[in-house]
């Protein structure tokens, strides 16, 4: 008794000190078994079952931002509020990071106890339309309807209405529903369905050996990133507009690929490289971004600093990726 209240005494006051350079923050805890996220087809039909669950779990869930709508909505509203914020400058890696963070969180108080798994779309890319997470019974459901709609009739998600599009709730000129329009192939140009050419091996090979971090960033949200987006999503889809693409729950399997491909980056040269980050904000005038920026969560979570993002094993992170 007495030796275990004095262990409790000293793991406390370690804590208070390592605390202390973090004020007004949690105590750390250190990272010693990092949970390791994988790839959705890797993932047993037990865990892709309770993902899921969880994933629908969210859309009976009042908000945390004081909306009238569910938790599951929240994720798109404050994507598209601060969408000029988290886009088009170096903050979209960190404040992505951070959000599929608040989003696996949110899985879990949904009973899922798993991590949040990526879409390797990279691997995928010579055929994007067989891709395992398009899957009707072990993935989130295929094109939507060739109809001005384009609303899913496939898959556990078909009978979802995401109340938001592009930060506004829903009217009558929007799809009524969870609406994606995969853009078609045309292989007499040599054009894969879904831009799968603009994921290729090739191309990610090119990205990955910049070593400039925000031409890094660029090249990867510019290019692959937002070939996905359009290519899922089409001109009409959740995905597609950008703004309230997290409407679509492969939205953040696509962004733990791109998460994925920025920590692998990172590995690459771990000592210069973990907190590598600067290039202009996109805030008129093209302000240098820094480590101490702030990353606004609206409420949904608490805005933290850039800092606290850019470690996957460090700060409140303590993840890894498979490969
Ligand atoms: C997906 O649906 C859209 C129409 O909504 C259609 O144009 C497209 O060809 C379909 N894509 C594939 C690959 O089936
Ligand atoms: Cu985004």
């Known amino acids: 008794m007495k030796a275990l209240s004095a262990i409790t005494l000293?793991?406390?006051?370690?804590?208070?000190v390592l605390a202390l350079p973090q004020a007004?923050?949690?105590?750390?805890?250190t990272c010693s078994s990092p949970k390791v996220r994988k790839e959705w087809s890797k993932a047993t039909q037990a865990e892709q079952s309770?993902?899921?669950?969880?994933?629908l779990c969210l859309a009976?869930?009042?908000?945390?931002?004081?909306?009238?709508?569910?938790?599951?909505d929240d994720f798109g509203y404050i994507h598209a509020l601060l969408f000029g914020q988290i886009h088009d400058q170096p903050s979209f890696f960190p404040w992505h990071r951070y959000f599929l963070d608040v989003y696996e969180?949110?899985?879990?108080?949904?009973?899922?106890?798993?991590?949040?798994?990526?879409?390797?779309w990279v691997a995928d890319s010579a055929a994007p339309a067989k891709a395992k997470v398009f899957d009707t019974v072990r993935g989130f459901g295929t094109n939507g309807t060739n109809t001005r709609e384009h609303c899913l009739v496939d898959g556990p998600f078909k009978d979802l209405r995401p109340a938001y599009w592009n930060g506004e709730p829903r009217n009558e000129f929007n799809p009524p529903c969870l609406a994606r329009a995969w853009e078609p192939g045309y292989p007499e140009f040599g054009v894969i369905e879904m831009y799968g050419e603009s994921y290729s091996p090739p191309v990610l090979e090119r990205i990955n050996a910049i070593e400039d971090f925000d031409e890094f960033r660029r090249d990867l949200e510019g290019g692959p990133h937002a070939a996905i987006h359009g290519g899922v999503g089409g001109r009409d889809g959740d995905m597609g507009l950008q703004s309230?693409?997290?409407?679509?729950?492969?939205?953040?399997?696509h962004h733990a690929q791109v998460d994925r491909l920025w920590w692998r980056w990172?590995?690459?040269?771990?000592?210069?490289?973990?907190?590598?980050?600067y290039g202009p904000k996109q805030d008129g005038v093209g302000t240098p971004a820094t480590l101490d920026d702030i990353l606004p969560m609206a409420k949904l979570a608490a805005d933290l600093k850039v800092r606290e993002f850019m470690d996957t094993k460090g700060g409140p992170l303590c993840y890894t990726y498979d490969s």
């Open 10 to 16: 000293v793991s406390v006051s370690l804590q208070a």
């Open 24 to 29: 007004g923050l949690s105590p750390r805890q």
């Open 50 to 55: 309770s993902y899921i669950q969880a994933a």
């Open 60 to 72: 009976t869930k009042p908000s945390k931002i004081g909306l009238k709508t569910t938790l599951y």
């Open 105 to 120: 969180k949110a899985l879990h108080d949904c009973g899922y106890s798993g991590t949040i798994m990526y879409w390797d």
């Open 244 to 253: 309230s693409s997290p409407n679509d729950p492969l939205f953040f399997l």
């Open 266 to 277: 990172q590995q690459q040269d771990a000592p210069r490289r973990t907190f590598m980050y």
